[in-house]
């Protein structure tokens, strides 16, 4: 059975993306500790903020093999993915989308991240499989042909659900969505970790608690 994740040039690319990574984080970290700061810090909107223009924001290791796992076993060949950063998890997504013969549909707000994660892709061998579309989620992913067998919400976390309600309409029978930092909301009404566990005519949702984050795991039902 065909493994691209296995590949030299893919687990190359990954591991240089995963250090940087690591390494970013700790020496914001050490920044903050340094002065003074403690606890969660209150950021601007994620449109406005520069910082985040050269922030990872990405998948751990652990969260990259069940991502490429669940995709890949799903068989999925159209893959949408909300908010594609460095292009981290593209290549986990894409490495499936190889196996399965079909293709990811990105989307990033900012340019030089949309550039770093082609890059990146060629690096890996993986481009053919992938476009990026830069601009706003909600527009540049209306147009997308379904059905669509897979998505990965990992952007703002505010526009998690006009993103994925805007994709419903295409969504394939049983459909997977997965999306990143439900640990960062609280499950109250209004938010999305409340939206995609409270509708279970819609959406069967667990939890999972892997690495560093807590991904939402959701199959769709195809009741809008």
């Excluded at 296995?6 to 990954?14: C, E, G, K, Y």
């Excluded at 050490?30 to 969660?40: C, K, L």
């Excluded at 053919?128 to 997308?144: K, M, N, P």
């Amino acid at each position: 059975m065909i493994s691209t994740i296995d590949q030299v040039s893919i687990r190359r690319v990954l591991q240089r993306e995963h250090d940087a990574a690591r390494h970013q984080r700790s020496t914001r970290q050490a920044e903050r500790r340094a002065v003074g700061e403690t606890g969660p810090r209150p950021g601007p909107s994620f449109r406005d903020a520069a910082y985040y223009q050269h922030s990872y924001l990405s998948i751990g290791p652990d969260q990259g093999a069940l991502l490429y796992f669940l995709a890949r076993a799903s068989g999925a060949c159209r893959i949408v993915e909300f908010g594609s950063s460095f292009g981290v998890s593209t290549i986990y997504l894409a490495a499936a989308a190889s196996d399965n013969g079909g293709h990811v549909i990105g989307s990033e707000f900012y340019a030089n991240k949309r550039e770093r994660a082609m890059a990146n892709l060629r690096e890996a061998g993986l481009d053919a499989r992938v476009e990026i579309r830069l601009g706003d989620a909600t527009e540049t992913l209306s147009d997308i042909v379904g059905p669509i067998d897979f998505v990965f919400l990992d952007g703002d976390k505010s526009l998690y659900q006009p993103v994925l309600e805007s994709l419903e309409s295409r969504l394939a029978a049983d459909a997977l969505i997965i999306a990143d930092n439900l640990d960062h909301l609280t499950g109250d009404p209004g938010d999305f970790r409340h939206f995609v566990t409270t509708q279970p005519d819609r959406y069967t949702t667990r939890l999972m608690s892997i690495g560093k984050g807590m991904f939402s795991v959701s199959q769709w039902h195809g009741k809008a």
